[in-house]
């Protein structure tokens, strides 16, 4: 267990939908990271906040959005999905903002766009 | 562009036998490279971290090296069990201090 939550585990919905995955990073951890892993594409970042604030940005989709809370949590908001979205999500959390510390990942979210 | 690549064929091999993995990277020089284990369907997990001025790094079974002159980085697995079979990343931290990750080496390591 990495100490990083997850929810949902699994989410099904129909292309042009909006939805939300939610991330609680480890204890103590500062900095959150999205990543999207599909099976032609391997594990993409996509952006990464540090207490509070956004730090970097990947390859992100102007219709995907994130936020990092008061209380550290995170949240991936993806809108006007399309079929090509479906994947999973992962969200890692890491002490620091950058640096050789190693990232610890939570167990994803599956989305399917159907 | 940044590029972290892997061998993109599954690796297999017979248990007890040490299995070798590349990892090379273009276009950046990535302070430390990191390696971690993913399962299917799960998240990846952290196993060892090389600096750009260490040449070796060891942690039980596994060993990495870091070679700056030829751009890539080794990852062994020695005495191979079947509990080692897995997908590994290699994962290189690029001009932004974001961790970029290579697609993934599959390891099938048979009994």
């Known amino acids: 267990d990495s100490g990083v939550t997850q929810t949902p585990k699994h989410l099904i919905t129909a292309t042009g939908q909006r939805v939300t995955l939610r991330c609680s990073p480890r204890?103590?951890?500062?900095?959150v990271y999205w990543y999207q892993q599909s099976l032609d594409q391997g594990l993409q970042f996509l952006i990464q906040y540090y207490n509070g604030e956004e730090r970097a940005k990947g390859n992100i989709l102007e219709r995907f959005s994130a936020q990092q809370f008061p209380d550290l949590h995170s949240e991936l908001n993806l809108s006007s999905l399309e079929l090509g979205d479906s994947a999973l999500y992962f969200c890692a959390s890491s002490v620091a903002l950058a640096g050789p510390y190693e990232q610890y990942f939570g167990p994803g979210t599956r989305l399917t766009v159907t | 562009s940044q590029k972290i690549e892997q061998n993109s064929e599954a690796l297999n091999i017979q248990e007890g036998k040490t299995a070798t993995l590349t990892c090379n990277y273009t276009n950046y020089s990535p302070a430390y490279l990191q390696w971690y284990r993913q399962d299917p369907g799960r998240g990846p997990v952290f196993l060892l971290l090389i600096r750009e001025n260490e040449k070796e790094k060891r942690k039980e079974r596994l060993k990495v090296t870091f070679d700056t002159t030829l751009k890539q980085s080794l990852f062994h697995i020695t005495a191979s069990q079947p509990a080692d079979s897995a997908t590994y990343l290699c994962?290189?931290?690029?001009?932004?201090?974001?961790?970029?990750f290579g697609a993934g080496t599959q390891v099938v390591v048979t009994p």
């Open positions: 994962g290189g931290e690029d001009s932004w201090g974001k961790l970029q």
């Open positions: 204890s103590g951890d500062l900095s």
